[in-house]
T-cell receptor, first 117, second 115 residues
């Protein structure tokens, strides 16, 4: 159980275009989802916390106008990278909060590799 | 402030042997959870094991066990009988129990299992 999917798994786009990444919890409802960014050989960096029906909470240094997050339902959160530039190229991972035995944990999607040309 | 430290950027282990991945943490919270995740080359983050700060017994999940030493603030992951499929990045993470929205990740350890 607790499966999270992401779509697309990889995307290549031209500089200046916008890219939307979907994150879905397949077998559970997730009131809270998270978006991370990971650079090669580095750890995950939390970008924002997405709550169903309310505005996302962004971490310090993350541009909310550039990384638009919409949590429209209990199973879907989307991240839109607006006017993408080469420096936005990265591995984006979403996760959803679920109860796992004795405590909460986050279950992660498979990630989306974004390359901006 | 919370901080997770993984001092082993890379490790090698022989197939079928046991290996310990180190993780130390620093927190002022009294109640917290400790997690280990595996990230293979495909990129997905796979949840392995959880330990609560008030749990008296060390957590075990199949071949994974967590050597939790609260006084030393360490939460080492032990993988028994290593398999080739265990080759991956391993991340230690911590979250305060009052706010599971905040996950703090270590820098990761790259484990290579040799045949």
């Amino acid at each position: 159980g607790a499966v999270v999917s992401q779509h697309p798994s990889w995307v290549i786009c031209k500089s200046g275009t916008s890219v939307k990444i979907e994150c879905r919890s397949l077998d559970f409802q997730a009131t809270t989802m998270f978006w991370y960014r990971q650079f090669p050989k580095q750890s995950l960096m939390l970008m924002a916390t997405s709550n169903e029906g309310s505005k996302a909470t962004y971490e310090q240094g993350v541009e909310k106008d550039k990384f638009l997050i919409n949590h429209a339902s209990l199973t879907l959160s989307t991240l839109t990278v607006t006017s993408a530039h080469p420096e936005d190229s990265s591995f984006y991972i979403c996760s959803a909060r679920a109860i796992a035995g004795r405590g909460d944990t986050q279950y992660f999607g498979p990630g989306t590799r974004l390359t901006v040309l | 402030a919370q901080k997770i430290t993984q001092t082993q950027p890379g490790m090698f282990v022989q197939e079928k042997e046991a290996v310990t991945l180190d993780c130390t943490y620093d927190t002022s919270d009294q109640s917290y959870g400790l997690f280990w995740y595996k990230q293979p080359s495909s990129g997905e983050m796979i949840f392995l094991i959880y330990q609560g700060s008030y749990d008296e017994q060390n957590a075990t999940e199949g071949r994974y066990s967590l050597n939790f030493q609260k006084a030393r603030k360490s939460a080492n992951l032990v993988i028994s009988a290593s398999q080739l499929g265990d080759s991956a990045m391993y991340f230690c993470a911590m979250s305060p129990l009052y706010n599971f929205n905040k996950f703090y990740f270590g820098s990761g350890t790259k484990l290579n299992v040799k045949p």
